[in-house]
C-alpha cells in the first residue's frame, strides 16, 4: 500500500467517529496488513452462538474463531475465571514460579492421559515447539546423527504459517515468495498409512498429522488409519504427534478427534478451545519419556504459562470434564448431519462432518465457497470458505437444535436463491 493511501489525521478521526460498518472497513483497509479477506461484516458484540455487529444485526456465529470459540462468546464460567485472575496477577513470566501453573498442567496432563505440559500462546508457537521437541528426543533419545533428523507430514496439512510450517505446506499461497524453508520434512498422503510407513527410515523422529484436516475442507481420514499411524510409529520407534488445535477439546463429539479410534498420540499439540475464546493459550502435551529431553535454556515463551492463561485454561478443563460439550457435539452433530444430507443433490455436491464440524462442497456450478458465505451473511449466518467450493460449518456448542437448523435453513435458501 502507498503513502498516499494512509488516511490523514482528519480523515482518520471522521472515518473513527463513524457508526457504519463501512467507516470501520476503511479504516482497517488503511492500517491493517492486508494478510485476510474478511466478510463485510463488523462485529460488536456477542453471547453464546450469536454475534451482533455495529449496525444492531444478529448472526449466528458458524465459524467460531476456527474453534477458538467452542464453549461459545462469553461463557460465564471461564469469563468470571478471567475477571477474577485480572484482579490479582497477569503475567510473572517463567522466571519466576506462580500459584496457578502446576495446577493448570497437571489437569492437562491428566486430561490428556500424559505426564506433561509445555505451555504456549498461539497455536503455531505450539507446533513448533513440538517439532523442536521432536527433533531434540531424536537426537538425545532415539540416537539419530546430528542435522540428520526428518519429520513426516501429511499432504494438505495446516499448522500455522511460520517459516518452519510453511516449509512442508502444500498451500502454494502459503510458500510463495517466502523461501528459502526449513528443511528435514517428508510429505505422504493424507490417510495413507502404506505410503506413511514406506516414508519412514533410521533418521525419522516423528509423524505430525491433523486426526482431521480442517483448513483443507474437514477431511476425515479412513476408518483405522489413525490406528495404523500408532502402530507404525510403535514400530519403528518414531514419535506420533497429533495436531488437535482445531478438532480437539470436544469439537468432534470426543475430547480429542484421535479418541474416535481409540488412539492415544505421544505428543498431542492443542490451542484454540484451549483459550476459551479469551485469550491465545496453547500447550505441548506428552510423557516424561519424551519432554524430558528439554532442558533450561532451550525453549520458553514469556508469556507461556501465564497466570490469567492459566485462570482461563483451568475453567475450559473443567467444563470439559463435565463430558457436557462432547455430548452436544456428538447429539447436535447428528442433527447437522441428516440436515445436510438433504441438501446433496440440491447444491452440495458431497459434505464430510464429525460432531459440530463440517465441510461442505458447494456445486462449483451454482457459486463459489465465498458467494455462499456472502449471501449467507444476508440470511444472519456467519461461515467461512476455503478452498474455492468449499465452506466450513462449525458453530459453537453451546448452540441449541434450533440453531442448527436455523443455519441449515439459511444455507437452503441461499442455495435455491443461487440456482435461480
Not at 495404523?228 to 478427534?257: H, K, P, W, Y
Request: include cysteine.
Amino acid at each position: 500500500m502507498s503513502g498516499d493511501t494512509l488516511l490523514t489525521p482528519v480523515e482518520l478521526a471522521v472515518v473513527s467517529s463513524s457508526p457504519t460498518a463501512a467507516g470501520y472497513i476503511e479504516l482497517d483497509e488503511a492500517h491493517v496488513a492486508h494478510t485476510y479477506h474478511p466478510l463485510p461484516v463488523v462485529l460488536h458484540e456477542g453471547l453464546g452462538a450469536w454475534v451482533t455487529d455495529v449496525d444492531g444485526r444478529r448472526y449466528l456465529d458458524c465459524l467460531a474463531g476456527y474453534s477458538a470459540l467452542n464453549f461459545g462468546h462469553g461463557h460465564p464460567t471461564i469469563v468470571a475465571a478471567a475477571r477474577d485472575q485480572l484482579k490479582r496477577l497477569t503475567l510473572t513470566s517463567r522466571a519466576f514460579h506462580h500459584d496457578l501453573l502446576g495446577h493448570f498442567t497437571a489437569e492437562l496432563a491428566a486430561l490428556c492421559g500424559m505426564d506433561a505440559v509445555l505451555p504456549m500462546n498461539s497455536g503455531a508457537e505450539a507446533v513448533e515447539s513440538a517439532l523442536k521437541l521432536a527433533r531434540k528426543w531424536g537426537y538425545e533419545v532415539k540416537g539419530v546423527a546430528p542435522d540428520q533428523a526428518n519429520i513426516i507430514v501429511a499432504r494438505g496439512n495446516f499448522h500455522g504459517r511460520t517459516i518452519s510450517i510453511v516449509s512442508f505446506s502444500s498451500d502454494p499461497d502459503a510458500k510463495h515468495n517466502f523461501g528459502p524453508f526449513t528443511p528435514g520434512f517428508r510429505e505422504v498422503a493424507f490417510g495413507d498409512a502404506e505410503g506413511l510407513a514406506s516414508a519412514i527410515d533410521a533418521n525419522t523422529v516423528a509423524v505430525l498429522i491433523e486426526p482431521i484436516q480442517g483448513e483443507a475442507g474437514v477431511l476425515i481420514p479412513p476408518q483405522g488409519y489413525l490406528r495404523a499411524v500408532r502402530t507404525i510409529c510403535t514400530d519403528a520407534n518414531v514419535l506420533f504427534m497429533a495436531d488437535e488445535i482445531q478438532s480437539g477439546l470436544a469439537r468432534t463429539g470426543r475430547t480429542f478427534a484421535c479418541d474416535h479410534e481409540d488412539v492415544r498420540p505421544d505428543v498431542y499439540i492443542l490451542g484454540k478451545a484451549l483459550g476459551g475464546g479469551i485469550m491465545p493459550v496453547s500447550a505441548v502435551v506428552s510423557t516424561w519419556d519424551v519432554m524430558g529431553a528439554l532442558h533450561p535454556g532451550e525453549h520458553g515463551s514469556t508469556f507461556g504459562g501465564n497466570p490469567l492463561a492459566c485462570a482461563v485454561g483451568r475453567a475450559v478443563i473443567g467444563l470439559l470434564e463435565t463430558g457436557e460439550f462432547q455430548t452436544r457435539a456428538a447429539v447436535l452433530g447428528a442433527q447437522l448431519s441428516d440436515r445436510l444430507t438433504a441438501l446433496v443433490g440440491h447444491g452440495v455436491v458431497t459434505f464430510r462432518s464429525r460432531g459440530l464440524w463440517a465441510g461442505v462442497d458447494i456445486d462449483p456450478a451454482i457459486a463459489t465457497g465465498r458467494q455462499v458465505c456472502e449471501a449467507l451473511v444476508q440470511q444472519g449466518v456467519l461461515a467461512k470458505d476455503t478452498h474455492g467450493s468449499t465452506i466450513r460449518l462449525a458453530p459453537p456448542l453451546v448452540v441449541t437444535a434450533a440453531d442448527v437448523d436455523f443455519a441449515v435453513d439459511a444455507l437452503t435458501t441461499v442455495l435455491t436463491d443461487l440456482a435461480r
